[in-house]
């Protein structure tokens, strides 16, 4: 094996589960580097939950392979592996304490009451509940509880953790409380977690990479900043942050742009970002954040720019949502910061608009369709 594959924690290759003829996991390759904290997230039925039960041996896939340190364990059940999957609904045990229901996977191993009793006051102060071994599960908050659940995932120290959306449960404040704390004791632990969410805030927040998922397929797998700023296609730059999605032609091209025509207006998008070199004649999508449509005197030196017309504005805070008309055709979103004291602009009024090339990026997929 090649230090590259000692790399890896667990993998699929080509993996595809079927459920009486729908494909819910397709053709599905994936490698999780050891010590990584890594977020499956798409839409509701895209397959996350069953790529993570194949992962952990509850379901098995009708082709492909799951490997867990290189050693091929495609047929081996949950129990013969060494994960451990953490769901929504937590399953504690109701009538045993903190304590007991952190140990009793150990008890059942036949492990040593000394070694129980060090592992389990070790985890239980990693998980910072070192004073509430003794309580009922009844008399804990939703986040302690969620917390036992940890503690007891991590107490036989799997090499790799499931996590099938633990948080959704949680109100808002509690969530984001629990995904720093998540991430801390990932941290701290060492461990690999593969954690499911359909929730693109709480992925970017908490993950080393992220697996975006469609329709049983991963589109891309990478880093937070490399699915936000190079999507793969126009449903991962859609499902991660707010974008402007218009259709497109390439019309010609040099070394550094392509010109584009898009919502009959001519477009100049940098190549700088791009994997792909469209030739002209080429139809795709041009993907330009909304944060990155820029007005009035910010607009000023864009290679991209127009006068046109405010539609609408939405205050939120410390930012402030436009819609704004830039021809007949095209029509933007921006999303621009604002302190007290900035120029609000109101609809009807006219402002000069516009983007850089560089902020712009062309996707060749029209044709697989976008915005769903
Ligand atoms: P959600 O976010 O709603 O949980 P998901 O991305 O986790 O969705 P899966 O639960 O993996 O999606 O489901 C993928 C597809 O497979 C769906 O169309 C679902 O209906 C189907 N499916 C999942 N489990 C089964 C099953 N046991 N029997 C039949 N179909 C199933």
Not at 4 to 15: F, G, V
Not at 112 to 119: D, H, L
Request: with cysteine.
């Amino acid at each position: 094996m090649s230090n590259d594959q000692d790399d890896i924690a667990i993998e699929t290759r080509a993996a595809v589960k079927r459920y009486a003829g729908q494909t819910a996991v397709n053709q599905v390759h994936l490698q999780v580097k050891r010590g990584e904290f890594v977020s499956l997230l798409g839409p509701s039925g895209c397959g996350k939950t069953t790529l993570l039960r194949l992962l952990g041996g509850l379901e098995h896939p009708d082709e492909g392979l799951i490997l867990l340190s290189g050693k091929d364990v495609t047929h081996i059940p949950a129990y013969g592996r060494n994960t451990n999957m953490i769901f929504q609904q937590l399953a504690l045990f109701p009538h045993m304490d903190v304590y007991n229901n952190i140990a009793y996977g150990l008890k059942v191993q036949k492990t040593g009451a000394a070694e129980i009793k060090r592992r389990v006051g070790e985890i239980l102060e990693l998980v910072q509940l070192g004073s509430y071994s003794r309580r009922s599960i009844s008399q804990l908050s939703g986040g302690q509880a969620q917390r036992v659940a940890i503690a007891r995932a991590l107490v036989n120290r799997p090499e790799v953790l499931l996590l099938d959306e633990p948080l959704s449960a949680l109100d808002m404040q509690l969530r984001l409380d629990m995904q720093r704390e998540l991430k801390r004791i990932q941290r701290e632990f060492g461990g690999t977690f593969i954690f499911v969410t359909h929730d693109q805030h709480e992925a970017m927040n908490m993950s080393d990479r992220i697996g975006v998922m469609k329709a049983g397929r991963l589109l891309q797998y990478g880093t937070p900043s490399e699915i936000y700023e190079r999507p793969a296609d126009s449903f991962v730059a859609k499902f991660i942050g707010d974008t402007n999605l218009l259709p497109a032609q390439v019309k010609s091209r040099d070394h550094t742009n392509l010109l584009v025509e898009s919502c009959g207006e001519k477009v100049v998008a940098g190549r700088s970002k791009l994997k792909l070199a469209a030739q002209a004649g080429v139809h795709g999508m041009l993907s330009i954040r909304y944060e990155y449509v820029r007005i009035g005197p910010a607009a000023e030196h864009c290679v991209n720019r127009w006068m046109g017309t405010v539609t609408d504005s939405t205050y939120g805070g410390a930012n402030i949502q436009y819609s704004l008309e830039a021809g007949p055709q095209l029509k933007l979103q921006a999303n621009v910061l604002y302190q007290p004291g900035d120029i609000r602009y109101q609809p009807g009024e006219q402002v000069q608009l516009g983007f850089n090339a560089e902020d712009v990026l062309f996707l060749e997929d029209a044709l697989s369709g976008h915005g769903e």
